[in-house]
């Protein structure tokens, strides 16, 4: 037998004294001793079980004491008459009396007789029908009003739970609700749009007076249903598709929709209704009157644009001294904006030295005291000068008088006529006069820049024309980069090419003159330009190579005027090479071209001449005439008085 019991031992002693255990006993005694064992294993299993039970029961009721005390809620225990047998206080909360005190007391019995009532009320319902009763109540505490929430409930041998809770803070907010929606209620009232939320089923559950007006219901027959229960299917089916849209879209969504002859805009947008509930909100304005004044500004504006759009000049309207319209050309030779120049005193925009004759001319306009357009400068909103041609028409505009102003741009021809006058002062001017006539007054420097390029670039030399003392008139055109970016960029290069273009360019009426070179020995040729006799500039050509110029020569000539040897032979071997036979032609063909140019250039000056002299001679007889008129206005009435001819003499 395994180790015996001690509970075994004892009962075996005390038995069957000491006498040996009989043999076919042994299976029977050792089923007794793991009985015993057994039995042990089980009283221990039991005990740890008490031992955890308590301790976590304890823990739980520390735990709900804990909570109990944090929460704001008291709790009294009644017994069936309303006597209160214990009370447990939760958080601090302002009450009538300490709640400790009123154990003994009967709860119906709180100063306020009516609240009392209530309680009783509530305690005879809850005996009655079993079931939780709830009651609510205010009491004036430290001079203010508090709101109160009572819960009864059933409880064991016919007692009562009473839970008490301080519901002022959500009492206020009920009431700041209450008056809230009395506020919005009274606006969306107000209004004359239509005012709608639907719930998550896209049924009505908010609406104003003017949507139930629309109806022909009351708001309480239109609340609680959808649209397909208050219009037309094919009504009903458009506006639940825009339902859709801005629940889907999660934004606002604008639509138009025909009613009769009426136009409504709706604005619909989603709502946040609470537990993952989306609604929809909107606003339905009717602007039937809004579209057909905008039907008819659009066709203002059509009518406006086409002007704006084939109109060739400036078109604003003044009115009480002020622009109350201007065209788009008005911003774009003022540099002002639209908005900039609404309002805005067109006077102000005129030069200050044309202003006094603008006004004048302007006003004579206006009686009908000048037909022809006048003319004054205009001062722009970056500074700049520009000259203006107007005319003006008194009308009515929008049911006021005004003036309709049209003006244009002329300051390229006011230039033109100062660079017209200005050269034919120049080309008047006798030619053997000191100050001489320069080459760019007789020319289009433009016009002669792009000759020049083009005669570069046929015949592959590098071309100039300078003046007389050897500085450049045009650009240098497919100069060779050993002259344009080495020989030149020395100070001493530089001054044997202005002294080798003056040489070369000499005039010459046999033919051009062809030389290599002073400054780096390529081959150069010119020809001269002189206008009856005068030589006023020079065009040269050259910059190619033969046989006869080396690299040798090229490098001394650096060292001389201190440039790099190596940076010059390079560029040395990219100059063109020519030979002299074909570097003649292309000297006689620039020696013709600038033949032409100075017979164009005497051209030029005879015409001017001829110009000059006619005005002169207009002018003479203009002033011959109304002297003539003069000395009519003196004979007496009853004489005959001769017609003068437009082209001068006596009838």
Known sequence: MERMHSLLKRQIKRYLDSEPIPRAWEVFMNAVNEAYRQM??????????LDLSSSELLEANAEMRAIFQAIPDILFRLDGSGTIL???????MDFIAEPKKMIGKRIQEIPMKSIGDRFQTAIDCLQAEKTMVGVEYSLTVH???????????PFLEDQIIAIIRNITDRKRTEIKLMESEKLYRTFINATYDMVFLKDERLRNIVINQSLASFFGKSEEHVVGKSDFELMPQAAAEKCRETDLAALEKMSLVTSEEIVGDQVYET??????????????????????DRKRVEAERERAEYLYRTLARNAQSAIFIVQEGRLRFVNPY???????EEKELIGKDPVSLIHPDDRESAGKNAVRMIKGNLSSPYEFRIVCKNGDIRWIMETNTPFDYEGKPAVLMNSMDITERKRTEEALEKRILALTRPLDDADGIAFEELFNLDDIQRLQDEFARATGVGSLIIRTDGTPITSPSNFCRL???????????????????SVI?????????????????????????????????????????????TEEN??????????????VVEAFREVPVMSRERFQHVAHALFTLANQLSNFAYQNVQQARFITERKQAEEALRESENSFGRCLSWLPLEWPRPMCKPAGGFA
């Open 40 to 49: 042990d294993l089980d009283r221990r299993m039991l005990e740890r079980s």
């Open 86 to 92: 214990d009370c447990k206080a939760g958080a601090k």
């Open 143 to 153: 001079g203010q009003e508090q709101f109160y929430e009572a819960r009864l409930l």
């Open 267 to 288: 604005l619909k947008f989603p709502v946040d209704l609470g537990n993952n509930r989306k609604g929809v909100g909107g606003f339905i304005r009717n602007i039937t």
């Open 330 to 336: 008005v911003t774009v030779y003022t540099g002002y």
């Open 483 to 501: 002259c344009g970016d080495i020989i030149r960029k020395t100070e001493k290069g530089l001054a044997n090419c202005y002294r080798n273009d």
């Open 505 to 549: 360019g000499r005039a010459s009426t046999y033919g051009p003159t062809i030389e290599p070179c002073l400054s780096g020995g390529l081959w150069d040729a010119g020809a001269g330009i002189s206008v009856g006799g005068r030589h006023i500039a020079n065009w040269l050509i050259g910059q190619v190579r033969d046989e006869t110029q």
């Open 554 to 567: 090229m490098r001394r000539y650096a060292r001389e005027i201190g440039a790099d040897e190596e940076a």
